[in-house]
Structures are given as structure tokens and as C-alpha cells.
């Protein structure tokens, strides 16, 4: 019983919001991204290899993993991002696993999501039981980026090329929630995927 759900969904496509109305509707919700931060917090095994690798000019000087640099460094060189990713997937994925046991321990019909930006591209979507997709139109995308973090449309778009696109996403979905629209409408969508979801997870052996 219970069920693991990855949801994921490219840059400016409301992925964040719609895992926020998940944990809105009782979802148990793990972030990738913050699983990522408590890893390479400093002294931990991750931020050594990283250290190591990249070099303390990655550092901030509370001896911090200066994210935005080490995303421009990655962004950059495909090599480095490839050895970034072999660091810490595999640490995300069994952390993603431990935590799941544990609310299943507990909660045995538990709905449990997995809010990840790269799911798909890190194959992590093949121990996921269901797979959810939100998507969006590039318009939409774009303004909603440039909104919140103060890019040129330039930075956007290399940004959005550099990531796999959504029409491929999609092929890989179970479940696509459409978020073009407003808040509200996304919201309607996921309160109806929850609680399919939810029933799956009851029914699920």
C-alpha cells in the first residue's frame, strides 16, 4: 500500500505550486532541491567530493556551497555537470527512498510526492509508481521566470534550452497538469489528481 508519485515539470512551469497544493490536500511532499541542500551542507560527504572537484572558489566564505556560481560553472560545461550529478543523485535517491519508507512505516496508505526538477533526465522517474507532468506554454513560462528572478529574456531562453523539453516530458507522464491558465485553475486540477491519487494509494500492493 501506498504510493510514491514523481511530479515534475520544466523551469516557470508551476511544478512548485501545484507539489504546494498537493501538501495543501495532505500529500506527504519530498523537495529534490532541499534533500540536495541538506547534502552538501558543509562537512558532509557530498560537499567534500564537490569541494574537491570544483575547488574552494566554490565556497561562499561560511564555507557554503555558493549555488548560484556552481550553476553557472555546470550550466557552462557539460563535463562538470555530469560529475556534479553522479555526486549527488544517487544520495538524492536513496534519501528520497528513506524518507518514503519512513512515512510508509507510519502512514501505510500514505499519497507521498516527489517534487524534482530532473526526474526524468536522471531516470529517477523508473522508481517512481506514477508520474506527473506540469506543463505550460513557453509564453507563460517565460514571463512567469523573468518575474520572479530578474532575467533577460536572453538568459531565459538558454535557461529553458538547456533543459529537457515539455512536449518530451510529457511522453514519459501519467498524469499532465495544465498550467497556462491561473492559480485557481491549477489548484482545481490538482485537488481532483490527489485524491485519484489517493485511492491508488489504498488500493496499491
Not at 498537493?22 to 506527504?28: D, I, L, M, N, T
Not at 506554454?137 to 529574456?153: C, F, G, V, W, Y
Not at 538547456?162 to 492559480?183: R, T, V, W
Request: glycine fraction near 4%.
Amino acid at each position: 500500500m501506498s504510493l510514491l508519485v514523481g511530479l515534475t515539470g520544466g523551469i516557470g512551469s508551476g511544478k512548485t505550486l501545484a507539489a504546494s497544493f498537493f501538501k495543501e490536500f495532505g500529500a506527504y511532499v519530498l523537495d529534490a532541491d532541499l534533500i540536495c541542500r541538506e547534502l552538501v551542507e558543509p562537512g558532509k560527504p557530498a560537499w567534500n567530493e564537490i569541494s574537491k572537484i570544483f575547488g574552494e572558489e566554490i565556497l561562499d566564505p561560511s564555507g557554503n556551497l555558493d549555488r548560484k556560481k556552481l550553476a553557472r560553472i555546470v550550466f557552462e560545461n557539460k563535463k562538470k555537470k555530469i560529475e556534479l550529478e553522479e555526486i549527488l543523485h544517487p544520495r538524492v535517491f536513496e534519501s528520497e527512498k528513506l524518507k518514503y519508507e519512513s512515512i510508509r512505516k507510519k502512514h501505510p496508505k500514505a499519497l507521498v510526492i516527489v517534487d524534482a526538477a530532473l526526474l526524468i533526465e536522471s531516470e529517477n522517474y523508473k522508481n517512481m509508481d506514477k508520474v506527473v507532468v506540469v506543463d505550460s506554454d513557453e509564453k507563460t513560462r517565460i514571463n512567469r521566470i523573468q518575474a520572479r528572478n530578474k532575467m533577460s529574456l536572453d538568459e531565459v531562453v538558454a535557461r529553458m534550452k538547456n533543459q529537457m523539453p515539455g512536449e518530451e516530458k510529457k511522453q514519459y507522464a501519467d498524469f499532465i497538469l495544465e498550467n497556462s491558465l491561473d492559480k485557481d485553475k491549477l489548484r482545481e486540477q490538482v485537488k481532483d489528481l490527489n485524491t485519484k491519487l489517493s485511492l491508488l494509494a489504498v488500493e496499491n500492493i
